[in-house]
């Protein structure tokens, strides 16, 4: 389910009150200790989005903050008041990172492309397994080098909060949804055979295919980054040594 726009007041029903996380994530490390909102507390609340395990998180208004309405079988808010919601929102930037910190896995982020609404992790076992979000449209993909060193990207479009969880704890298995492209001789075959098994190569609309292609570019571009870095340290020995005849030179 996406994250949701609105007007919720939602009532503290729990007696030990409810505790501002950062992130919609019942994770410990992100709560703020700054704020606990006792019971009674009635807290107004624009942004609601329903979690993988069962809660819903609301985001509180006028701040950075997010509570959730139960803890297992334990109700910790209840509905007040509400509006319709007025639209259908896309994921936010810590929503998605909450996700990637909360998935058991080991990501790391390794950049944020706000122009483009695009996050990127990486795995930090052996295989260095990339995970593309846009989060502006729940396209998530994953990228891989196999065996022969050729390159494996799957994308799923239109992924769901829970769908989006399941691919971060696990960025190798394929599923429903999942566009499959190998590159290899620069040939695109309809279907090959991947680490994540037969992979199809959906057709979609030109904006489709133009939205997945910028996920599929945000990992080149990471790429070509790291090689030009390591390029410039390369060379920096001939620079070094150009720039200490240049000083004799002058002596």
Known sequence: MPIEDGQWTMEVVYVGGVGLRRLPTRSQWTRDESKTYKLGDLVKCDKRVLASTGETFYHVEGTDGWVFDKMDTQILLEQNTTAPPTKTDVWTVDFVRGVAMGAGQDLEELSHNAQNHVLTFRTTTPEKIKVTVDYKRGTVGTSIIN???????LIRRNCTPKE???????????GKGFATRLMQQQKNKAVVPTPHGPGIILAGSGEEDLRNSVVMVEDTIEELARKRLDLLKSLKPYDDRRARASTAMKV
């Open 147 to 153: 065996a022969t060193k050729h390159k494996i990207q």
């Open 164 to 174: 989006l969880a399941e691919i971060m704890q696990n960025p190798k298995a394929s």
